[in-house]
């Protein structure tokens, strides 16, 4: 007779690790317990139903108890809450919802994976019926039938992470009126703040009203108030800003709780019992980057550490690597995906590091549909190792995010990286693609080989008048251009070297950077000493300058903006 293995939580975490135990062990026993009426929904495509992208919700559901009994003699239990582990016994009560009685059910492993809970802050109006979360299938279903139903068009969304965003996105696309308001000054907290910049436009762009540097303070009728007082049309609300790890059966059961409030747990996955195992977004994991613990609500991590977890049980050895932290969104016309570090959590962890950022094109540009990525390469100083990246473009900016997660899986450097041997056509990328071009621009930054300045330096060097470039041709200088940069094109400058002085900083830009570094290049060779290649160049500090401009009503730096 095989182990009875008894699983709390029948989404990505507790369906993987049940579907991997029967795989292993065909005469075990196993029953899976989740307090909502679906298993195994996928969660990640819950705000897709407010559009239309997935019509009928009940698709979002990918299996049914009945399939799961009938196909891997898995029992799912839905609708039954374990309200108690009691480990002297080694049994669980559960709590049956709909006939409201408490029975108790023993096991041999009992497997944790009871997910994070939206946090709803303690606010006034935060429990009134047109506020909402996004959690389950049943959730979006409400929010869908709620704004439909009341025939509404302003919906506030609170909080600019990956739920909150999303459902923006999706409201929007419904064509309702979405206001996002988000606490931090940027959406989006894996990319850097010049990186969100490309983000908050297409937000803009594409009708998202967004505040920002700015919290729900009350809920009202008919409208939010916000921290500084602004008051925003909202017939509906939807939280998101942020999940709490549901740790209530571990702590009453006495299961160590880690240092970030999560369920403390060892390299296979064990809590503080050997028979208890947990998997999840409500266990900690190690950032095998930042050296220490940490919480990571993914997916792709909650199913790899089920696999770990049922092999275990079942005595095959595994490894634990750790996380590094790799993520994707499509947003409006724009995919954006990063992985590892980006530069503000190296700076806080204290690290020498430098970053490039670029935007070569992610196809051969003669080719149609051929858009710039900005890619944005982040690696340790003075060792050249990754650290980690983040790319948006219309194009294929996962594959390029998930060959830097794979370099830094293997401790690989900016080295490892240039001499990457990777596919090539003309209507997928190009022959020196973005992330070996992104590994030789840093090695030339490593190497000393020439100076930049970021996106974020160049207002300052504007309105000190510094001695700024255009490298571009006339036309696109006179299309629009710093207020203070003088035109002298790459294929003249060799001609007027009279007119670049050599006792002050040069600054030298063009669209996208690649002229602009050629002529930093040249002038290095020709003797000069203080020149700057403007990282990003016109494109780039468009993009970073141009939501600030909006919302903040400042000084433009350019003459007109130019976004192509």
Request: charge should be negative; hydrophobic fraction near 40%; charged fraction near 25%.
């Amino acid at each position: 007779m095989g182990k009875k293995v008894l699983i709390v939580g029948g989404v990505a975490g507790g369906a993987s690790v049940a579907a991997r135990v029967r795989r292993l062990d065909e005469s075990a026993e196993i029953i899976m317990f989740e307090k909502g009426p679906h298993v195994s929904f996928s969660n990640c495509s819950l705000p897709y139903h407010l559009s239309g992208i997935v019509e009928d919700s009940e698709k979002l559901v990918l299996m049914s108890p009945d399939i799961f009994k009938s196909r891997y003699n898995i029992e799912a239990r839905v609708q039954q809450e374990v309200i108690q582990i009691n480990r002297d016994k080694k049994t669980i009560t559960v709590k049956d919802l709909i006939s409201d009685k408490t029975y108790e059910e023993g096991y041999d492993k009992l497997v944790l994976s009871p997910g994070a809970s939206p946090i709803r802050p303690n606010l006034e109006g935060i429990d009134n019926s047109n506020v909402f979360t996004v959690r389950n299938v049943v959730d979006i279903e409400n929010i869908n039938s709620y704004i439909k139903q009341k025939g509404m068009k302003d919906i506030a969304v609170i909080g600019g992470g990956f739920i909150g965003v999303e459902v923006a996105e999706n409201l929007k696309l419904a064509n309702y009126n979405v206001t996002l308001v988000e606490f931090a000054n940027q959406v989006m907290a894996p990319f850097d703040y010049d990186m969100a910049q490309i983000l908050h436009k297409e937000m803009v762009d594409h009708g998202v009203e967004l505040i920002l540097d700015d919290g729900l303070a009350k809920i009202s009728d008919g409208y939010i108030t916000t921290n500084s007082g602004r008051k925003i049309d909202a017939q509906a609300v939807v939280l998101a800003i942020g999940v709490r790890p549901e740790t209530n059966l571990a702590k009453e059961a006495g299961l160590e709780i880690g240092e970030t409030g999560a369920i403390k747990v060892d390299s296979n996955y064990l809590t503080s019992d050997r028979d208890i195992y947990a998997v999840g977004d409500a266990i900690e994991v190690y950032h095998r980057l930042l050296q220490k613990q940490t919480r990571l609500a993914l997916a792709g991590p909650a199913q790899k550490q089920a696999r770990v977890a049922a092999d275990h049980m079942h005595g095959i050895p595994t490894r634990n690597i750790g996380v590094i932290g790799s993520s994707s969104i499509h947003l409006f016309d724009l995919n954006a995906a990063s992985t590892g570090l980006n530069a503000r959590t190296a700076e806080q962890a204290g690290m020498m590091y430098d970053y490039v950022y670029l935007m070569p094109g992610d196809k051969v540009g003669l080719m149609p549909d051929s858009n710039p990525m900005h890619f944005k390469l982040v690696y340790e100083y003075p060792t050249g190792r990754i650290l980690g990246a983040q790319a948006i473009g219309k194009g294929n900016v996962d594959k390029r995010i998930d060959v830097i997660a794979t370099m830094i899986t293997m401790n690989g450097t900016l080295e490892d990286l240039k001499d990457l041997e990777l596919t090539y056509s003309p209507m997928l990328g190009t022959a020196k693609d973005v992330v070996n071009h992104a590994a030789l621009v840093g090695l030339n930054l490593l190497k000393g080989r020439y100076k930049e300045v970021k996106v974020s330096q160049v207002r300052e060097l504007v309105e000190s008048n510094a001695f700024i470039i255009d490298a571009r041709e006339q036309g696109e200088y006179n299309t629009g251009h710093f207020k203070n940069a003088v035109n002298i094109p790459l294929s003249e400058f060799r001609q007027r070297l009279d007119e670049i002085p050599k006792d002050q900083p040069v600054y030298i830009h063009c669209r996208s950077g690649q002229r602009s570094y050629n002529m930093v290049m040249a002038l290095q060779n020709l003797g000069y000493e203080n020149v700057y290649n403007i990282s990003g160049s016109y494109l780039g500090v468009n993009l970073y300058e141009y939501f600030n401009d909006l919302v903040t009503g400042r000084e433009r730096i350019v003459t007109e903006y130019n976004f192509k």
